[in-house]
């Protein structure tokens, strides 16, 4: 392929630029051999002409295409060289978010400064045991890789970290530590891990600073030795440091900080404990604040500080050692504040004796301070024949001064390390260790001094080691694939090494001008000129005689040679150490006394700790005296360095290089100046080169071919053999055979290559795709024009019937219509007519009816009211006479203004609320109507008094002619003489008539006026009315939202409540889970301890003591009875004070038992009394009783014929009760077993009340007559007398009657003196029958007086009884009279609402009352089924005793008779065995149990066999066997489980089988709840005597043990095969090889053998999990959340790893990952298991894979992707988007635009922080009650179990 094939037009290219390092550009026209210039096109459209140097005819740089851009590994791209690098790191930084890459061997991590969520332990967990290559390249790959290969290759391992100031490497260090610490944590419990992880924040606070490049910059190189023992878990780890920068202790530079100690422990100085140290801030002190910033933003150096201290105690460093060393740090900031005065001579200087500050140092660190003030003015000069003590100026003693503090901080600085490698050591042999070297990059500034001499001294060593790796792994790479190797030139950098440490280098130089006494920076710098003038890699600056420059392999630097003397030296006055040597603080006088008794300590230690190389300690031993020899800085380091050089050689080491995008700390920000100039010192461009100098691109042949196969021609592709296929097309593409070369399982390409062949396969592609769409596009223009045709025709044909068939109807449909409506019409009005006459009827009726009922009640209320008014009336008025009659005006006065005062109060507060709104509105309208009753009364009364006003005026009118009439006619009678009288009666008449009219008017006017305020007042109370009605709307929509918002909040509830169920489920499955593992722990630890301890003196503990207590964790079966009160006592404590006040019921019932409590004291405090006084009566009569002689011969034949009485009577009940029994018996079998259990209890209990009655009475009779016969016999036999031995006070036992102690006494008193008078009975007659007969009745007398004194002590008891009620009655009736006062003082509202409240507070009584009453049923009707049960196995008892003995009769009728046969009796489904049998029992049917053998058996047979043993336990009443076995079979199971932790059939056979027996548990416990399907036979196999609630518990805990177990076998076997088989394997033919994977895995992550799967694989494996479960009979509903939780499994593992690799992140990806989603729903949907969730499960997978293939380009998309993705989370969608890559050339990327676009419509998601999800989370599960429909005799044990000892019941 020629050069103008290469860079033909359109071909992208790289030229430099000034500002952005690199430009891309276009060709614009073919290039042709000998031009001397390139026409371009630049990104921005302009045209540029570059120019070309025809002598080297150095082309630029060609482009990678697109497809390739963005890679994980930079050296899977086909162009190689530095602006192909540096494009594809700023395309995956910017656009990805990636920052990390790998460049080969090389990680390149890129610092985001930001913190992002890829650390947790879900990515290290994702991480574990992966290869480097599947995975996205991360830090934890690199900490995998290596710990895989010292596991594996058994060879120690490092991990490089380096890069500049600010890149990061710190982090880099602490991740690569935390992966480490998470997946090889200590075996035991030394916790070394943590203490590895705690170190960090002690050497960030001592060995961090802030610089002007990084906050926390790590101003030191350490390499820490992390020790594994042969199981790679954790032992120890050793720290050694390298050059730290003591000159920073004392002096900073802008914007620059001290160490972080020094501001940590100034910003806690105000603890108390810290109050010696007389520190204040950090600004006071010099040493902290010459750099003026004393603070870092978004830094707390007092929560720093805390957590420093944590870190040392956790380390072990005591707290007085603690305060030591804060006291010699603090010491040393007094130290710089130390003033120093010079004397006038300029010479001398001295120090005032009051200085504070030197002060403080010197008691802090316990030296003289007269001492310590003259050393520090003066030092010693010590010569052959004498000393002289000579002066210092003023910048002597600073410079001492500075320099006794940088000493006092390294020598501390070396202390902690020292204690910190203390703690972490471990006396366990070390098998093997990683080292982690986190080390300072290559540095250059401004001003370079001895510290970036060193600093780059060492880059040069490790890059020189780097690259001596990096062509030692390609040569291996290229012998292993049997290509020919041909040396390949690297840059060496062994002459600038040379240059520095070789003989009369410029470290040589440097000791020895250090050891010249008046040597100076100068003089050194002029010998080197001199003698390495010559060296290419040293070099003389212009215009300087003190500065050199050495040529590094990175870029060249200057260094100005002044103060490499003084730092070379590191000089401090002896006279000052001794002073301190002499300190009264142990602490202090170790820090600087000499190292030479500790060094063999130091080496012997060092010996053990390492099994391959001898490290020796990098700190040097300190001078001994000033005459010795004292090794110099430089020798130092070198030694150091040579040291770490040999540790690194003898590992396989893995590289990080760090790189800081741009000076400003900015988050994402991209500077190509500084990222390439850092590519360049850390080695990436060489490892570039290298790798573009041999073969770079490398395919395996199977994946060149499924990705070129296109360019194969057909007749090649006949061929099987890929390898000769490969080879037959790359010779007739590529004609130079130079430019590839066939290895044994790859085919290696130079650069290009690869660039090429994608060129020719897209223009295969090409071509090919636009033939097709040509056809295609031909064909549907084709097939549409024919498709419009016939559809154009057949639609009009349709359409023309249509409307013809349409008209038709529509003539049909309306003549219809019209008969319809005709027809329908008349019927309508005919049946509204008949309904409004039968309404009228109805309505008149019951309207006379209703008004002729209101008028008669009208008339009863009105004539009932007036009685009352009339009683109420009279009451009131002599009520308010007296009332009235005994106040004082002024006291009314004051009392009604109060009142009125209180009542105005109240009615503003009952005013301004809703309710008396609502009762306001109510009285409003009433008023509103009686206001207008009232004026139409008024009106009716105006047009009365109108008429009668009329009719006074008409009347007067009449009267006034009347009288004018007679006037006339007496006048004319009269004559004048009369004329003045009438004249004075018509005036007064007059006078009445005006009078009359001004009343009129008066009367008028009030009555217009009274209604006008009437109509003002309906007027306002009607807006009133209206106002409260729009209040009263508001107020119901009010409440109707609260209602609404009430039902939402209690559904929310409810979820939550719902919620937190399972997660307090799912929460005590992991404690169980967590048990199961510490107990498999302890196990573990046991026999460990066994093994160790194998001694003769062992002795073991007895079998014996095992219990369920040490075994199960859980507490011996109790039962326990507790009362009404303290049930609801044991809620309140049980459910929290708070939950308990809101629960009313339980509160009223309290309230309750209080009063009853009450009562009861009552009672019996009267009870005591007359206690009291029947004790003073039984005084009296003991002392009676102590004066008489009792007959002892008459007690004793009483006694003994009451015991024979007794004896009788037991016979008698035992035949009562056997017949008994047979009458239950048959009548159960007549019934067949359908007669209940309460009929039968009824039935013996009534049987057995009569049978008690009538034994009572007879045995008092037979009681009285025997005990006039012994007494007859005694008399006649006086002579003999007996010594009785009896107690009086004999018990009866089967008496239920109730004897009163008094009565008993006494007629015990009047038995004995009855008996003592039976010797004078003679006399009377002979035969004795009168004293007989006499006796007899005195004796019933008695009975009959002590039962008429126990009725009259009942008949008192009942009337103190109702006595006590009446007075209770009396309370309450006062109480009633008293709230019936009350509630007439009160307005009608409030007494309906107290009535309210009375009925209710009554109603709440009641039902307490009734609910006491159920509750005392309820535990009346347990106790009697107890009971009964007890009678029904005392029965079960006898007949069982009756059938053995009749057994044994007829075994013994057998052996006499031969012919005779013995009936069998059914199997009762019970199992026999003796106690020693045990053992043998648990391990025939667990320990040693097999489940093949089982095979053709019932399911769960062994849980079918224990119950049966339990069950006959149970039966024989043996709690002790019962414990056994149950401890035993627990204990079996967890050793079976144990042995076989990895075999699922075995697990899943003791799931089963555990939980069979728990529901058989259930099954038959005798609880109605879980007895609701058995059959009459299943419930005679229940439990008779134990409650086994507890033991169910353990079981239910021992299968979540199990199932947990389960699923961890089964993820075990399914997890290895997900990755292949869900995102690797090619499911839909033809889509895989779609994309160029050029990253070349590294040799060592490669596993033998091929590890790829098929999701057929993945199928088989859950088919086998399905039948082993089912064949076992596991429960169907476990099986359902067995796959519900391994499809989950499925679904996490898929989802991390598509998260986590670029490579499958594409739309073939997409395409597979939907098919073998549709293939695992096809077998759920086969198995019937679709209904277990499982693919609920699968849903954010479901998603993912839509998400990849939907399009992503404009706003339309990201919104259907946003509604789409629910179940992923922001952070996922953009992973997934940030990660996908092309197919090919024809498809695009997904743009920033876009994905900002998603990011911001998602913001408002609160989403989980989380990236990945949690493989191992685990559901809850759930054990359903499953009976079995199997009874326990029809299970049939096998022969081959082993179980002959069992015994058939």
Not at 1548 to 1560: A, D, K
Request: glycine share 4%; aromatic share 8%.
């Amino acid at each position: 392929m020629s050069v103008s094939e290469l860079y033909g037009q359109y071909t992208r290219v790289w030229i430099p630029d000034p500002d952005e390092v690199w430009r891309s550009a276009e060709l614009t026209k073919d290039y042709k051999e000998g031009d001397t210039s390139l026409q371009l096109r630049l990104e921005d459209e302009t045209i540029r002409e570059y120019p070309i140097d025809v002598q080297s005819n150095q082309l630029p740089f060609l482009r990678n295409p697109d497809i390739l851009v963005g890679e994980n590994d930079l050296t899977a791209l086909s162009y190689l060289h530095e602006p192909a690098v540096l494009h594809n790191l700023k395309v995956r930084f910017l656009e990805s978010n990636h920052i990390y890459t790998y460049c080969g061997i090389v990680l390149v991590a890129i610092n985001p400064y930001e913190q992002l969520p890829i650390y947790g332990q879900d990515v290290i967990y994702a991480y574990s045991g992966q290869n480097m290559g599947d995975m996205d390249p991360h830090i934890f790959a690199v900490a995998e890789e290596a710990y895989k290969q010292m596991a594996r290759d058994e060879k120690n391992q490092s991990i490089i970290v380096s890069g500049e100031s600010g890149a990061g490497k710190t982090v880099s260090a602490k991740y690569a530590m935390r992966y480490f610490a998470t997946v090889g944590g200590s075996a035991s419990d030394t916790n070394i891990e943590e203490k590895v992880l705690a170190s960090s924040p002690i050497m960030e606070a001592i060995g961090n600073a802030k610089t002007t490049r990084n906050d926390n910059s790590s101003r030191f190189g350490k390499y820490i030795q992390i020790g594994f023992d042969k199981r790679y878990h954790i032992i120890g780890a050793n720290m050694r440091t390298y050059l730290l920068e003591k000159s920073r202790v004392v002096f900073q530079a802008d914007d620059e900080r001290n160490y972080h100690i020094f501001y940590q422990l100034c910003a806690a100085a105000s603890l108390p404990e810290f109050k010696e140290l007389a520190l204040t801030c950090a600004e006071d002190f010099f040493y902290t604040s010459q750099g003026r910033d004393t603070c870092i933003e978004g830094v707390n150096d007092a929560e720093d500080f805390e957590k420093t201290r944590q870190a040392f105690t956790l380390l072990g460093v005591r707290e007085s050692h603690q305060i030591s060393i804060f006291k010699i740090i603090a010491s040393i900031l007094h130290l710089g504040n130390v003033e120093i005065q010079a004397e006038r001579d300029g010479d001398s200087c001295s120090i005032s004796p009051q200085d504070e500050h030197l002060n403080s140092f010197c008691r802090l660190l316990g030296v003289e301070h007269s001492q310590m003030e003259h050393w520090l003015c003066h030092r010693k000069l010590v010569t052959t024949s004498e000393t002289y003590v000579k002066t210092m100026s003023v910048q002597q003693v600073v410079n001492a001064r500075n320099a006794l503090a940088k000493h006092i901080y390294a020598q501390l600085f070396g202390w902690i390390v020292e204690h910190i490698n203390k703690a972490l050591h471990t006396p366990l042999k070390q098998h093997s260790f990683i080292g982690v070297l986190d080390i300072y990059g290559f540095e250059t500034f401004e001003v370079n001094s001895f510290e970036q001499f060193c600093i780059n001294y060492a880059n040069e060593k490790l890059q020189q080691q780097f690259n001596s790796h990096v062509f030692k792994l390609e040569q291996e790479e290229y012998m292993k694939e049997q290509i020919p190797w041909t040396l390949i030139d690297f840059y060496d950098n062994q002459p600038c090494i040379d240059l520095i440490e070789a003989k009369l280098g410029i470290l040589d130089l440097l000791d020895e001008e250090c050891k010249v006494p008046k040597g100076t920076d100068q003089n050194w710098a002029q010998k080197l000129y001199d003698r390495h003038s010559g060296s290419q890699h040293f070099q003389k600056p212009r215009m300087s005689n003190t500065a050199f420059i050495v040529v590094h392999f990175a870029d060249k630097v200057e260094y100005l040679s002044d103060g490499f003397l003084e730092k070379n030296r590191d000089t401090v006055y002896e006279e000052q150490i001794n002073i301190l040597k002499a300190s009264k603080f142990p602490l202090v006088a170790d820090l600087f006394h000499d190292d030479k008794d500790s060094v063999p300590a130091t080496t012997a230690s060092g010996k053990g700790s390492s099994s391959k190389i001898n490290i020796r300690s990098a700190r040097p031993p300190l001078k001994v005296s000033n005459k010795e020899h004292k090794k110099t800085v430089g020798h130092q380091f070198r030694t150091s360095l040579h040291l770490l050089m040999e540790t690194l050689n003898a590992t396989t080491p893995h590289y990080v290089r760090c790189i800081k995008p741009n000076d400003e700390k900015l988050p994402f920000h991209f500077d190509p100046k500084r990222a390439v100039q850092q590519l360049r010192a850390c080695g990436v461009l060489e490892t570039i080169r290298i790798s573009a100098a041999g073969y770079p691109s490398r395919w395996a042949y199977h994946d060149f071919f499924n990705r070129y196969r296109v360019l194969v021609k057909k007749r090649e592709l006949a061929n099987t053999d890929k390898k000769a296929i490969c080879r037959s097309v790359l010779e007739s593409l590529i004609k130079d055979p130079d430019k590839f070369q066939f290895g044994r399982t790859k085919i290696f390409f130079r650069a290009g290559q690869v660039a090429y062949l994608e060129k020719l396969r897209a223009d295969k592609f090409r071509a090919a795709t636009i033939m097709i769409q040509k056809t295609v596009r031909g064909w549907l223009q084709k097939v549409k024009y024919r498709r419009l045709k016939a559809t154009t025709l057949t639609l009009q044909r349709y359409c023309r019937g249509l409307l013809a068939r349409r008209l038709a109807e529509h003539l049909r449909r309306t003549r219809a219509a019209i008969m319809l409506q005709k027809q329908y019409r008349m019927r309508r009005a005919r049946l509204a007519y008949q309904r409004v006459h039968r309404a009228t009827v109805t309505i008149q009726a019951f309207t006379r009816g209703m008004f002729v009922r209101r008028m008669y009640q009208q008339v009863l209320m009105e004539h009932k009211a007036t009685i009352l008014q009339k009683h109420v009336r009279g009451w009131v008025a002599r009520r308010r006479f007296q009332r009235l009659r005994g106040a004082a005006i002024v006291i009314q006065c004051a009392f009604r203004m109060l009142k009125a005062k209180q009542e105005l109060k109240a009615l503003k507060i009952e005013a301004r609320s809703a309710e008396h709104l609502k009762r306001l509105n109510v009285g409003m309208e009433n008023k509103v109507v009686q206001l207008q009753r009232k004026i139409d009364d008024q009106n009716k009364e105006f047009k009365t008094l109108s008429e009668q006003l009329s009719a006074v005026t008409s009347t007067h009118t009449m009267e006034v002619e009347k009288l004018k009439k007679e006037l006339a006619r007496y006048q004319q009678s009269q004559g004048e003489d009369g004329s003045l009288r009438l004249q004075e009666e018509v005036e007064s008449l007059r006078a009445e008539l005006q009078r009359a009219h001004s009343e009129r008017k008066i009367l008028e006017d009030a009555h217009t006026k009274e209604k006008d305020e009437l109509r003002k007042r309906v007027a306002d109370l009607e807006e009133e009315n209206a106002l409260l009605k729009d209040e009263k709307e508001q107020l119901n929509n009010q409440i109707l939202c609260q209602v609404k918002d009430e039902s939402a909040q209690n559904s929310a509830k409810e979820n939550l409540m719902k919620r937190e169920l399972e997660e307090e489920r799912s929460r005590y499955q992991n404690l169980v889970k967590e048990y199961s593992r510490l107990e498999q722990r302890y196990d573990n630890l046991r026999d460990e301890m066994t093994i160790i301890k194998q001694t003769p003196g062992h002795r073991r503990n007895p079998s014996n003591q095992s219990s369920l207590e040490s075994d199960s964790n859980y507490p011996s079966i109790s039962t326990s009875e507790v009362g009404d009160t303290e049930d609801a006592l044991q809620q309140v404590e049980d459910i929290g004070l708070e939950k308990a006040a809101m629960d009313m019921t339980v509160f009223l019932k309290l309230q309750k038992r209080v009063r009853e409590l009450e009562q009861e004291r009552k009672k019996l405090q009267v009870q005591l009394e007359k206690r009291e006084q029947q004790d003073s009566r039984k005084v009296q009569v003991e002392q009676a009783k102590n004066d008489l002689d009792l007959d002892q011969d008459a007690d004793l034949a009483y006694n003994s014929l009451k015991r024979q009485e007794l004896e009788s009577e037991n016979k008698k009940l035992k035949n009562d009760l056997n017949e008994l029994r047979k009458a239950v018996a048959d009548q159960a079998t007549q019934n067949n077993s359908s007669h209940s259990s309460p009929d039968s209890y009824s039935l013996l209990l009534n049987q057995l009340k009569l049978a008690n009655e009538e034994l009572e009475v007879r045995k008092e009779e037979v009681l009285i007559l025997r005990t006039q016969i012994v007494s007859a016999d005694q008399r006649r036999l006086a002579g003999k007398s007996t010594e009785p031995n009896i107690n009086a006070r004999t018990s009866w036992p089967n008496s239920e009657k109730h004897v009163d102690q008094e009565d008993a006494i006494e007629a015990y008193h009047g038995v004995c003196q009855t008996n003592s008078k039976t010797e004078d009975w003679g006399y009377l007659n002979e035969d004795g029958e009168l004293g007989l007969a006499y006796q007899g009745l005195k004796q019933v007398a008695r009975l009959l007086e002590a039962q008429l004194q126990a009725q009259s002590r009942e008949h008192e008891e009942e009337v103190e009884g109702l006595r006590a009620q009446v007075e209770a009655l009396k309370e309450e009736l006062d109480k009633q009279q008293q709230t019936f006062c009350q509630t007439l003082l009160l307005s009608p509202e409030a007494q309906v609402e107290f009535g309210v409240q009375q009925e209710i507070s009554r109603l709440t009584n009641e039902n307490l009352d009734l609910k006491e009453l159920v509750e005392k049923l309820e535990k009346n009707e347990r106790k009697l089924k107890k009971q009964l049960k007890i009678y029904m196995k005392k029965v079960q008892d006898l007949e069982a005793a009756q059938a053995l003995a009749q057994s044994e009769r007829r075994r013994h009728e057998l052996n006499r008779q031969v012919t005779v046969q013995r009936k069998e009796k059914d199997f009762q489904g019970m199992l026999e065995y003796h106690k020693e049998d045990e053992a043998l029992l648990i391990r025939n049917l667990v320990t040693d149990l097999k489940p093949q053998a089982l095979a053709g058996t019932v399911p769960c047979l062994p849980a079918y066999i224990l119950y049966m043993c339990i069950r006959h336990a149970d039966y024989v009443n043996d709690d002790l066997k019962v414990h056994s076995l149950l401890t035993s079979t627990i204990n079996g199971i967890k050793k079976v489980l144990k042995k076989h932790n990895d075999d699922f059939e075995m697990t899943s056979f003791w799931l089963s089988n555990t939980c069979r027996l728990l529901h058989c548990l259930k099954q038959y416990s005798g609880d109605e709840g879980f007895m609701t399907q058995n059959t009459a036979k299943q419930n005679e196999h229940c439990l008779k005597n134990f409650d086994l609630t507890e033991y169910r518990q353990v079981l239910s805990d021992l299968s979540i043990q199990i199932y947990q177990q389960l699923i961890k076998i089964a993820e075990g076997v399914l997890q290895p095969m997900i990755v292949s088989a869900m995102l690797e394997n090619e499911s839909i033919q033809g889509l895989s090889g779609v994309k160029p994977t050029g990253y070349r895995k590294r040799s060592s992550s490669m596993v033998d053998g091929d590890n790829s799967y098929c999701l057929e694989a993945v199928i088989r494996q859950m088919n086998s999990f399905h039948t082993v479960m089912c064949d076992q009979g596991l429960d169907p509903e476990i099986i359902l959340q067995v796959f519900k939780q391994l499809f989950y499994m499925i679904n996490a593992v898929t989802l991390n790893n598509l998260l986590l690799r670029k490579d499958v992140c594409s739309w073939s990806t997409g395409m597979q990952l939907r098919y073998n989603i549709s293939q695992l729903e096809e077998w759920l949907r086969g198995r019937n298991l679709h209904q277990s969730g499982a693919v609920q499960t699968m849903e954010p997978l479901i998603q993912a894979a839509q998400l990849l293939q939907l399009k992503k380009k404009t706003p339309e998309d990201a919104e259907a992707i946003c509604s789409l993705c629910t179940s992923l989370s922001t952070q996922q969608i953009v992973k997934i988007l940030n990660l996908y890559t092309p197919l090919n050339e024809f498809e695009e990327r997904v743009t920033v635009a876009f994905i900002r676009t998603i990011q911001a419509q998602l913001q408002e998601r609160n989403d989980p922080q989380q990236l990945l999800l949690d493989f191992k989370h685990m559901f809850p599960v759930l054990f359903p009650f499953n009976p079995s429909s199997l009874t326990m005799d029809s299970i049939h044990i096998p022969a081959y179990l082993n179980l002959e000892f069992l015994n058939e019941v």
